[in-house]
DNA sequence: ATGGCATGACAATCATGA
C-alpha cells in the first residue's frame, strides 16, 4: 500500500483552509506536514480537519511561523512520541514538529527565512539549520526510516533557481546556507525530488510580486529529505503547482513523495 | 529603483516573509 507525504508552507492557514481541503478531497495524502500556519493551538481548525477526515498535530503561535502534521485516518494508525523542541537551541520561535508515524519518524521543519545575509536573522538560520543536524543525525542512529519535510528556505542547486547568476551570494541561495543543507545530506538523507528526472524550471516557491508565478520565476526551497532506508522505497515525488493558480494563493506549492 | 504583494495585528502603518 502505498503512503502519499506531502509538505506545504500555507502561508496562514486561516486563509488557506478551503484550498487544504479542497485539495486533500481530490488527492488524499496520508500524511500533511504544513509550515506558516500562524495560528495559536486553541484556533487551530481540528473540527473541520476530523471532518475531512485528518487528525492533527500541531505546535502554533499568534500571527508568525507554526508548524503541524495532519494524519489521514483511514491510512495511518500508530502516533507516538510527539515532540515540537528543537533539542540545542532557545527557540521560542514554533518551528518544529516530529512524531513516529506507523514507524517512520516524520519531521516537519520550517527553517527561518534569514532576511539578508549578515543580518542575525541569517546567523539565526545556521545555528536553526547546525541544531537541526545535529538532531536529525542522533534521530538517524535510532530510526532507520525517517523522513524529514518542510520550508527549508535553501535553494540548493543553480537548477533550483530560475535566475543563479541573479541570486548569487543571495539569502536563500547562498554558499553557506547551500553548505548546510549539503550537510543534512550527508547524515545519509536522500532528497526525494532528485532520485527522480524532473522537467526543468521546477520550483516550490514563487513571489507574489511581478507576476512572478506566470513568467516562471521561483526556487525550489520546500524539500522531503529521506533515510536510505525510505529512499529504497521512494517511487515518486512531484510538485503540485496546481494550488498555485487558485484565488488567493499560497506563495508555495506542495511537494508530495510516494513511499511503496 | 530596495519597491513590488500578502498576511496579521491594529486601527495608520508596521514587521515579516523569500
Redesign the pocket.
Known amino acids: 500500500m502505498a503512503l502519499k507525504v506531502a509538505t506545504w ?1 500555507v ?6 483552509l478551503g484550498h487544504l481541503l479542497q485539495w486533500l478531497k481530490g488527492e488524499p495524502i496520508d500524511i500533511v506536514c504544513l ?2 500556519t ?3 493551538d486553541e484556533n487551530f481548525p481540528v473540527a473541520a480537519l476530523t471532518a475531512a477526515g485528518y487528525r492533527s498535530l500541531f505546535s502554533g503561535q ?4 507554526g508548524v503541524a502534521i495532519l494524519l489521514r485516518q483511514d491510512t495511518v494508525h500508530e502516533v507516538a512520541n510527539v515532540q515540537t523542541q528543537l533539542p540545542g537551541i532557545d527557540d521560542e ?1 514554533r518551528r518544529l514538529i516530529a512524531a513516529t508515524i506507523d514507524g517512520i519518524r516524520v519531521v516537519c521543519a ?7 545575509i549578515g543580518t542575525e ?1 541569517y546567523s539565526y538560520k545556521l545555528k536553526w539549520i547546525a541544531a537541526l543536524h545535529d538532531w536529525l543525525h542522533s534521530e538517524l542512529k535510532q530510526y532507520g526510516r525517517l523522513l524529514a519535510a518542510g ?1 527549508f ?1 535553501i ?1 540548493p542547486e543553480p537548477r533550483d533557481v530560475h535566475d543563479p547568476e541573479a541570486w548569487a551570494g543571495q ?2 541561495f547562498s554558499e553557506p546556507e547551500r553548505a548546510a543543507f549539503r550537510a543534512l545530506l550527508n547524515l545519509g538523507l536522500k532528497d526525494s525530488f532528485r532520485l527522480f528526472d524532473q522537467p526543468g524550471r521546477m520550483f516550490t ?1 514563487w ?4 507576476l512572478a508565478f506566470r513568467r516562471k520565476q521561483g ?1 525550489r ?1 520546500d524539500h522531503i529529505l529521506i533515510s536510505d532506508e525510505l529512499a529504497a522505497r521512494c517511487s515518486g515525488c512531484t510538485i503540485d503547482a496546481g494550488l498555485r493558480k487558485l484565488e ?5 506549492a506542495p511537494v508530495i513523495a510516494t513511499l511503496q
Open positions: 508552507n502561508n496562514s492557514l486561516n486563509v488557506r509550515q506558516e500562524k495560528l495559536i499568534k500571527t508568525y511561523n520561535q520550517y527553517v527561518p527565512n534569514g532576511q539578508a536573522k520550508d528556505n535553494a539569502v536563500l516557491w513571489d507574489y510580486r511581478n526556487l526551497i488567493q494563493p499560497s506563495d508555495h
